[in-house]
């Protein structure tokens, strides 16, 4: 059965979302998100990989055989990487330079290869196509949603070196929220992203709860006026 | 295709590797491409790094050519080091080079110093770490002035013990939080200065000596054989040091 695309973006942005209900992808997760920006790149980097693993594993899943797929998604997912690596490299190197170190981390991104395996090798090319760039635009979400508490919180700006990543026209989105601020040391050091993750989680779950809630409430108000909630 | 496969005991087996193989063959093909195409690329934006890097250190004054093409190797410790000459008006003015210290918080630290003759501190840079954020990253210019405390020291205006953090007794102050990092960077910013000094005459050997074309690369041979022979020893060393230093006595500096 092929999901429809409305079913495929609202599991990429939220009930299916990589970092906050699969919680997979944790480890450039946490290497990354100091900042908003890097968490931007990680989350854009990974899209185009996580895409364009998707496109070739649906493309060529009608001759995956299931003993050797697994090598194969790899293979596929390492050469997408090395290769945004080398193009990064010469033509994007102020980029690169900023998130070089990120980059080598994508292959042990396990949700590329989740969404290889789980989506992208039984469904055809577009909705495939499409899973990529939505659960990609959901952890690109996550990431720079993660970054700017741990920002915020640990350095007191926001998006700091945005220009160096994106140009420098974009260099207005550079805030600094609080001059001298000293910062809480904790939010840029690992248990810090644990931590900010722990209450993004959280607070997915809450909403999620509530809006359940409120519809039970309308369902059951539906069925049966009397009931008072 | 599979199920007419799956007759064939031998061609069931083999069509999992003949797939693994062409995945294989398909994918080095398009690396090895891709790694060709973007070679020169990469190589011209690594020497443009380079070249930053190394004026960041040196400033404008002190060199009219070209800093990254002009590095001679020297072997000391059993480690391959880097020297960058600045040269001007046919003498070298200043050299630039590049040391790893593990002696860090968190995994190695590299640094880029450079002395002018007198083996005065021009300049130190860190090019790479992975110290604390917050706490150890102090030693980044953009982050703080630090770094240019070295600036004008040498080993002979600052006593040995004064190369030292402030908490050790030395000149140096630690950051808050940190003491590791800049004990570290201290310890090996003066271990480069003795290091010049050792190599001293062989580093500021007047380039018009040594022939003018490719003369990077035969400055690479010649000079870590001369000194893999010397290294092991440091009183053998000097005499090394002292027949290549005569080399350079030519004083045809005006050239």
Same mark, same amino acid.
């Given at each position: 059965?092929?999901?429809?695309?409305?079913?495929?973006?609202? &599991?990429?942005?939220?009930?299916?979302?990589?970092?906050?209900?699969?919680?997979?992808?944790?480890?450039?997760?946490?290497?990354?998100?100091?900042?908003?920006?890097?968490?931007?790149?990680?989350?854009?980097?990974?899209?185009?990989?996580?895409?364009?693993?998707?496109?070739?594993?649906?493309?060529?899943?009608?001759?995956?055989?299931?003993?050797?797929?697994?090598?194969?998604?790899?293979?596929?997912?390492?050469?997408?990487?090395?290769?945004?690596?080398?193009?990064?490299?010469?033509?994007?190197?102020?980029?690169?330079?900023?998130? %070089?170190?990120?980059?080598?981390?994508?292959?042990?991104?396990?949700?590329?290869?989740?969404?290889?395996?789980?989506?992208?090798?039984?469904?055809?090319?577009?909705?495939?196509?499409?899973?990529?760039?939505?659960?990609?635009?959901?952890?690109?979400?996550?990431?720079?949603?993660?970054?700017?508490?741990?920002?915020?919180?640990?350095?007191?700006?926001?998006?700091? $070196?945005?220009?160096?990543?994106?140009?420098?026209?974009?260099?207005?989105?550079?805030?600094?929220?609080?001059?001298?601020?000293? %910062?809480?040391?904790?939010?840029?050091?690992?248990?810090?992203?644990?931590?900010?993750?722990?209450?993004?989680?959280?607070?997915?779950?809450?909403?999620?709860?509530?809006?359940?809630?409120?519809?039970?409430?309308?369902?059951?108000?539906?069925?049966?006026?009397?009931?008072?909630? | 295709?599979?199920?007419?496969?799956?007759? &064939?005991?031998?061609? $069931?087996?083999?069509?999992?590797?003949?797939?693994? %193989?062409?995945?294989?063959?398909?994918?080095?093909?398009?690396?090895?491409?891709?790694?060709?195409?973007?070679?020169?690329?990469?190589?011209?934006?690594?020497?443009?790094?380079?070249?930053?890097?190394?004026?960041?250190?040196?400033?404008?004054?002190?060199?009219?050519?070209?800093?990254?093409?002009?590095?001679?190797?020297?072997?000391?410790?059993?480690? &391959?080091?880097?020297?960058?000459?600045?040269?001007?008006?046919?003498?070298?003015?200043?050299?630039?080079?590049?040391?790893?210290?593990?002696?860090?918080?968190?995994?190695?630290?590299?640094?880029?110093?450079?002395?002018?003759?007198?083996?005065?501190?021009?300049?130190?840079?860190?090019?790479?770490?992975?110290?604390?954020?917050?706490?150890?990253? #102090?030693?980044?210019?953009? #982050?703080?002035?630090?770094?240019?405390?070295?600036?004008?020291?040498?080993?002979?205006?600052?006593?040995?013990?004064?190369?030292?953090?402030? #908490?050790?007794?030395?000149?140096?102050?630690?950051?808050?939080?940190?003491?590791?990092?800049?004990?570290?960077?201290?310890?090996?910013?003066?271990?480069?200065?003795?290091?010049?000094?050792?190599?001293?005459?062989?580093?500021?050997?007047?380039?018009?000596?040594?022939?003018?074309?490719?003369?990077?690369?035969?400055?690479?041979?010649?000079?870590?054989?001369?000194?893999?022979?010397?290294?092991?020893?440091? %009183? #053998?060393?000097?005499? &090394?040091?002292?027949?290549?230093?005569?080399?350079?006595?030519?004083?045809?500096?005006?050239?």
């Amino acid at each position: 059965m092929i999901p429809s695309y409305r079913q495929i973006i609202a &599991d990429g942005l939220w009930h299916n979302n990589v970092v906050f209900a699969q919680l997979l992808a944790l480890c450039p997760l946490l290497a990354v998100t100091s900042t908003a920006t890097n968490g931007l790149g990680m989350g854009l980097a990974s899209t185009v990989v996580l895409t364009g693993s998707n496109l070739l594993v649906s493309s060529f899943r009608r001759w995956l055989i299931p003993e050797v797929r697994i090598p194969v998604f790899i293979l596929i997912i390492s050469t997408l990487v090395t290769l945004v690596d080398l193009v990064m490299n010469a033509w994007i190197h102020e980029l690169h330079k900023v998130l %070089g170190l990120f980059i080598p981390l994508i292959v042990t991104n396990c949700a590329i290869l989740g969404r290889a395996e789980a989506f992208a090798s039984r469904q055809p090319v577009l909705p495939a196509i499409a899973d990529g760039l939505m659960m990609g635009a959901g952890m690109t979400m996550a990431l720079v949603l993660l970054g700017a508490c741990r920002e915020i919180l640990g350095s007191g700006t926001l998006f700091a $070196q945005a220009g160096l990543l994106l140009g420098g026209s974009f260099s207005v989105m550079e805030l600094v929220l609080w001059q001298d601020y000293s %910062g809480v040391l904790l939010m840029l050091l690992p248990p810090g992203g644990f931590l900010v993750m722990g209450f993004l989680i959280a607070g997915k779950r809450l909403v999620e709860r509530s809006a359940s809630r409120s519809r039970q409430a309308l369902s059951a108000k539906t069925i049966d006026p009397t009931i008072d909630n | 295709m599979i199920a007419r496969f799956k007759s &064939d005991h031998w061609r $069931q087996l083999s069509w999992p590797g003949l797939l693994l %193989g062409t995945a294989v063959l398909l994918a080095t093909s398009i690396l090895a491409t891709a790694q060709l195409a973007t070679r020169t690329a990469i190589a011209q934006r690594q020497s443009e790094d380079l070249n930053a890097s190394l004026t960041e250190v040196i400033s404008e004054d002190f060199y009219s050519n070209n800093l990254g093409a002009s590095s001679i190797s020297i072997t000391t410790r059993g480690s &391959d080091i880097r020297f960058f000459r600045a040269i001007k008006n046919g003498r070298i003015t200043a050299v630039a080079y590049s040391l790893t210290t593990t002696e860090g918080y968190g995994g190695a630290i590299k640094l880029l110093s450079a002395v002018n003759r007198n083996g005065e501190l021009l300049g130190v840079r860190v090019l790479a770490h992975s110290e604390t954020p917050g706490l150890g990253d #102090k030693m980044e210019v953009s #982050k703080s002035d630090w770094i240019q405390s070295f600036v004008g020291l040498s080993l002979k205006n600052t006593a040995p013990e004064q190369w030292a953090v402030s #908490k050790d007794g030395g000149r140096f102050d630690q950051f808050t939080g940190a003491t590791i990092t800049p004990r570290a960077l201290v310890k090996t910013v003066r271990d480069g200065l003795l290091l010049f000094q050792q190599q001293r005459s062989i580093l500021l050997a007047n380039p018009a000596s040594l022939p003018s074309a490719g003369a990077g690369t035969s400055a690479d041979n010649s000079d870590p054989d001369q000194h893999s022979t010397g290294s092991p020893d440091k %009183g #053998k060393n000097k005499p &090394d040091t002292k027949s290549m230093g005569s080399n350079d006595i030519g004083r045809n500096d005006n050239k």
